[in-house]
T-cell receptor, first 111, second 119 residues
Framework: KNEVEQSPQNLTAQEGEFITINCSYS?????LHWLQQHPGGGIVSLFM???GKKKHGRLIATINIQEKHSSLHITASHPRDSAVYIC?????????????FGQGTRLTINP | GAVVSQHPSWVICKSGTSVKIECRSLDFQATTMFWYRQFPKQSLMLMATSNEGSKATYEQGVEKDKFLINHASLTLSTLTVTSAHPEDSSFYIC???????????????FGEGSRLTVL
């Protein structure tokens, strides 16, 4: 079993739908990262969170430390949201620590 | 915002040659950079941690003599794939963490990635 598990692996939805991607991790972490990888390969860091909830535009990320679970939500989804979304855990102090990656969720939003 | 630049974005080379990939932090100092590899349809895998002024730390299974990492300054780390073979064809991407004095936020910034094809 991977240290970081994501679900679903693939998700196709219609424009406007509310999207949820889940991430579970098996060991204690210092932070959980949500990343977005575009078709060309470039990666953008969406969120880094260690507790509670963060919101940025139509994106919301939550984490439950006790349950070792995080979710990424996209409201009013749009075709430009189509990408691979990756969660990654990091451990240790606030210093530049290594990441353990989930398998990624390939999201396709159809117009 | 902080930007990490990676070069080249793609490279094709013959088997047996060496390829150097550069990762630069453009507007911040990065004492630590990370190098990842991603095969098609797979997730990112950490190859090594690049520390400015000291030797890189390699993950298990990554050959340090094949993947040479140099982090000579606070803004530049290089990955050299030596004697490349077709099985080294992959997407290589670096990341750096923003360290501002003592307040290292831990937020990561990624390069654009380098797609290597070895013929």
């Amino acid at each position: 079993k991977n240290e970081v598990e994501q679900s679903p692996q693939n998700l196709t939805a219609q424009e406007g739908e509310f999207i949820t991607i889940n991430c579970s991790y098996s060991v204690g972490i210092s932070a959980l990262h949500w990343l977005q990888q575009h078709p060309g390969g470039g990666i953008v860091s969406l969120f880094m969170l260690s507790s509670g909830k963060k919101k940025h535009g139509r994106l919301i990320a939550t984490i439950n430390i006790q349950e070792k679970h995080s979710s990424l939500h996209i409201t009013a989804s749009h075709p430009r949201d189509s990408a691979v979304y990756i969660c990654a855990s990091s451990r240790g102090g606030k210093g530049a620590q290594k990441l353990v990656f989930g398998q990624g969720t390939r999201l396709t939003i159809n117009p | 915002g902080a930007v990490v630049s990676q070069h080249p974005s793609w490279v094709i080379c013959k088997s047996g040659t060496s390829v150097k990939i550069e990762c630069r932090s453009l507007d911040f100092q990065a004492t630590t950079m990370f190098w990842y590899r991603q095969f098609p349809k797979q997730s990112l895998m950490l190859m090594a941690t690049s520390n400015e002024g000291s030797k890189a730390t390699y993950e298990q299974g990554v050959e340090k003599d094949k993947f040479l990492i140099n982090h000579a300054s606070l803004t530049l780390s290089t990955l050299t794939v030596t004697s490349a073979h077709p099985e080294d064809s992959s997407f290589y991407i670096c990341s750096a963490s923003w360290a501002s004095g003592r307040a290292n936020t831990g937020e990561l910034f990624f390069g654009e990635g380098s797609r290597l094809t070895v013929l």
